[in-house]
């Protein structure tokens, strides 16, 4: 995740779209780790392409034992069928016993939540 994440800057940086995050430091098991670390590349990878966003921001946050990770933008996508990349999200977060939700309200927000 953490080299997602810095994947994620220089791309996000590269297209002029000011990006911001916010992790909490904790080891997360492997395949945890794993699975976020794909929602966050297929995330930046879709707002690259379709979002016309210039504003990202991501947060991860552990209250108790569940993990929160939020990805928004502020592009102007719109509710449309769900491509491979959402559908593998889904997947993974399924995978591990969580909840993914996908808001086009005000930019395209990601909300994954994971029983750690």
């Given at each position: 995740?953490a080299s997602?994440?810095?994947?994620?800057?220089?791309?996000?940086?590269?297209?002029?779209?000011?990006?911001?995050?916010?992790v909490?430091?904790?080891?997360?098991?492997a395949?945890?780790?794993s699975a976020?670390?794909?929602?966050?590349?297929e995330?930046?990878?879709?707002?690259?392409?379709?979002?016309?966003?210039?504003?990202?921001?991501?947060?991860?946050?552990?209250?108790?034992?569940?993990?929160?990770?939020?990805?928004k933008?502020?592009?102007?996508s719109?509710?449309a069928?769900?491509?491979n990349?959402l559908?593998?999200m889904?997947e993974?977060?399924s995978?591990?016993?969580g909840?993914?939700?996908?808001?086009?309200?005000?930019g395209f927000?990601?909300?994954?939540?994971?029983?750690?």
């Amino acid at each position: 995740l953490a080299s997602e994440l810095a994947n994620a800057k220089t791309l996000l940086n590269s297209v002029d779209v000011a990006f911001h995050y916010t992790v909490q430091e904790r080891t997360l098991p492997a395949h945890v780790d794993s699975a976020l670390a794909f929602i966050v590349r297929e995330a930046v990878t879709n707002l690259v392409k379709h979002a016309n966003a210039n504003r990202c921001q991501i947060t991860l946050e552990v209250e108790g034992n569940q993990l929160t990770l939020a990805i928004k933008d502020n592009g102007n996508s719109k509710q449309a069928p769900e491509g491979n990349g959402l559908k593998g999200m889904r997947e993974r977060v399924s995978q591990l016993s969580g909840d993914i939700c996908f808001d086009c309200k005000n930019g395209f927000n990601i909300t994954v939540k994971v029983p750690l």
